[in-house]
């Protein structure tokens, strides 16, 4: 009992100081009680502590060097912008370059914005060439990545340390999630549960944090950090999260609408080491038979247009050995199958101020999923002005992407409001940022998120479509099958 409470003290020392290490240490009895060892003792006592205290430190340091010696460099990498792209010939000379692995594309070619690319210092050159030769009009928006990384660690951990801020004021490392998840669950024991979806292909557990005040509702899942490298999705979800516990009394109309379902790190091995080896890290962390390639994309690996996808197993969009090969996709896809309540999906990605429908919306008459979008549009921009885009992925942005998350869940599991949301930042508002979104911008972020969030719920369908209604989808397979 008393080794648990001091697990306990120990664990919220760590999770509420932002400290990283913590112990408590017992040093010997002895005497009455066991609390008056002798006099004669002391000296051996501040000895054996002196010297445990420099091997902790010893540790602390060899450990801390070897996390920053296997990190990833982008030393003297530059990020190119070109102009908007205008029509879709712009968009189709532009695909080719994402298949070579050279470039590192932060935001994909679509109809109606920039094209962002991260490429290393031998390779700028010929890059920026080939832009100009397409009229694309390329400029260096970033000098040097790696002073970019720099900033961000040295932010994460002065906003570690400072204890008025929430945890969706901050990033947050994997562990944390999960801990700030279940204080939440055990906090609120009368509303909030954890689930266990699955694990990841390295183990690590697919926690979905359940919000209900009672039974028999419809429900919202929204997920988060499918693409490792997507940081500036979790806080606007505890921030949701956040705002539905924390404000029982003022939210509870939102409780007693609809149930919630938060995935927070759909995609835990990749965003882990988005944090221990490489900031860039998008797919998940299986290794690849016959390649030195390691991981797919989460988000091509679902059973919707599947067989299209990217074969090259080292792109950064390669679409697995089959649907579902990564364990990841086939708990997600599991768990709406299973959870028949779920009507409304959101898959939160960033960037680019985007709220994408579903490609297969393009030949339905469903009126409902560009309305919904509108009103969560409106929402955020009545909190500071920001301007998001609505379009269906592939018809009006031109943007191609095969065996998607929220595509087979509109298309396949019958969700009937299922989007993507690509956050902030834009290339207008925010300039040089990308991936790397300064913190200080994360309160702005989660109210207009927050905004969004609550006009998709007041828009929850009462039912999925019949399977009559999605059995001409094309797909890899007939059913959907787990492999
Ligand atoms: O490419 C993706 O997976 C998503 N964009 S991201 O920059 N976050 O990687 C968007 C997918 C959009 N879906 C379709 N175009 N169908
Ligand atoms: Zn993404």
Redesign the pocket.
Known sequence: MGILVFFLVIKATVLVSGISVAYIIELPGGGLGGFNPPASDISLVNDECWEKMLWSVYLLVVCCAATTLAYKSYEGYHVIRTKELQSIDEVKNVLPLTKLNDYNFF??PRIGSVVEILVGPEQTEHLQNTLTTLGLAPRVVVENFERELRKERKQIEEFSLQRNLLPSERYLNFDEIMEYIELVATTHPEIATIINIGNSWEGRPLRVLKLSNGPGKKAILMESLI?AR?WVGPPTILHAIHELTSNLLENQALLDANDWYFLPVANPDGYVYSWTEDRLWRKTRRPNNDSDCVGT?P??NFDYKWQDGTTDKCSG?YHGSMPYSEPECEAIAKFILDHKEITFYLAV??Y?QLI?L??EAENQQNNDLKSVAEDAKQAIAAVNGTQYKVGT??GVLS???HG?S??WAYAKAGIRLSY?I?LSPSFEKYNEQNFIMDSKQLPLINAECWEAYKAFVTHLPKTRREESEIEDVNSTTETTTFG
């Open positions: 935001i994909n693409h997507e994309d988000n091509r969009s990605h960033s680019g994408l579903p490609w992925a592939h943007y191609f992407a998607t929220f595509d993507t690509e």
